[in-house]
T-cell receptor, first 113, second 115 residues
Framework: SQQGEEDPQALSIQEGENATMNCSYK?????LQWYRQNSGRGLVHLIL?????REKHSGRLRVTLDTSKKSSSLLITASRAADTASYFC?????????????FGRGTQLTVWP | DTAVSQTPKYLVTQMGNDKSIKCEQN?????MYWYKQDSKKFLKIMFS???????INETVPNRFSPKSPDKAHLNLHINSLELGDSAVYFC??????????????FGPGTRLLVL
C-alpha cells in the first residue's frame, strides 16, 4: 500500500509534555508531509520534508525522515491544549503517482490542560 | 478571504438522489482535488484536475462526475446516491502537481449523510 500509517492511533498527554508521532510507508517517495486536522475542520499543512532531507524544524515542530527505514516522526515540543487534533502523514511519490498524496489514518492527539 | 471554500457544509439526502458539491479556490493554484474521508478518518484521493483537465481518477464509480468550469472551481456531482457515499468530502488545491511544491490546501469539508 502506498499510504502512510501513523502510530500510535491515539496519544494523550499533559500540557508542557512533548508529543511524538510516527509514520511508516512502503514505497519510495519524493517527499513526506504532515497535516493537522481539528475536529470538524479541513486539513492544514504543517511541514514538508523531501526525500533527501533527514530533519526539519518549524517552530515547535521537528520532523525526521529515514528513507532506509521508510519512516518519519513528528515531534511537538512543549505541547499546548490547542495542539489537540488529528495528525496525518502523507506521502508524495513520482512517476505514475505524481500529484497524489497518500494519507494515513492519523494520530489523535489530546493535550490536557 | 477564505482560500478554499466548499458548499454546502452539510448535506443530508435520501438514497437514490443526485447532489452536487461546489468548491472554489482563490489562491491562483493550477491543480484541484477531491478527497473522501470515511468514518474512520481514512482520507483517500478521488480526482485531480490541472487547469480544468482531469489528471487523476482514482477508480471512483462513474456515479461521481467532477466538473471544472475554470481552474478556480472544481465541482463534484454524485448520481444515484448510496448509503456508502456517506462521508466527508474535502476539496483541496495546490500550485502545481508536477513540481515538488505539492503542499495542498484543504477546504473545510462537506459532510454528506445518505439516508
Amino acid at each position: 500500500s502506498q499510504q502512510g500509517e501513523e502510530d500510535p492511533q491515539a496519544l494523550s498527554i499533559q500540557e508542557g509534555e512533548n508529543a511524538t508521532m510516527n509514520c511508516s510507508y512502503k514505497t519510495s517517495i519524493n517527499n513526506l508531509q504532515w497535516y493537522r486536522q481539528n475536529s470538524g475542520r479541513g486539513l492544514v499543512h504543517l511541514i514538508l520534508i523531501r526525500s533527501n532531507e533527514r530533519e526539519k524544524h518549524s517552530g515547535r515542530l521537528r520532523v525526521t525522515l529515514d528513507t532506509s527505514k521508510k519512516s518519519s516522526s513528528l515531534l511537538i515540543t512543549a505541547s499546548r491544549a490547542a495542539d489537540t487534533a488529528s495528525y496525518f502523514c502523507a506521502t508524495a511519490g513520482g512517476g505514475s503517482t505524481l500529484g497524489r498524496l497518500y494519507f494515513g489514518r492519523g494520530t489523535q492527539l489530546t493535550v490536557w490542560p | 478571504d477564505t482560500a478554499v471554500s466548499q458548499t454546502p457544509k452539510y448535506l443530508v439526502t435520501q438514497m437514490g438522489n443526485d447532489k452536487s458539491i461546489k468548491c472554489e479556490q482563490n489562491l491562483g493554484h493550477d491543480t484541484m482535488y477531491w478527497y473522501k474521508q470515511d468514518s474512520k478518518k481514512f482520507l483517500k484521493i478521488m480526482f485531480s484536475y490541472n487547469n480544468k483537465e482531469l489528471i487523476i481518477n482514482e477508480t471512483v464509480p462513474n456515479r461521481f462526475s467532477p466538473k471544472s468550469p475554470d481552474k478556480a472551481h472544481l465541482n463534484l456531482h454524485i448520481n444515484s446516491l448510496e448509503l456508502g457515499d456517506s462521508a466527508v468530502y474535502f476539496c483541496a488545491s495546490s500550485q502545481d502537481e508536477t513540481g515538488d511544491q505539492e503542499t495542498q490546501y484543504f477546504g473545510p469539508g462537506t459532510r454528506l449523510l445518505v439516508l
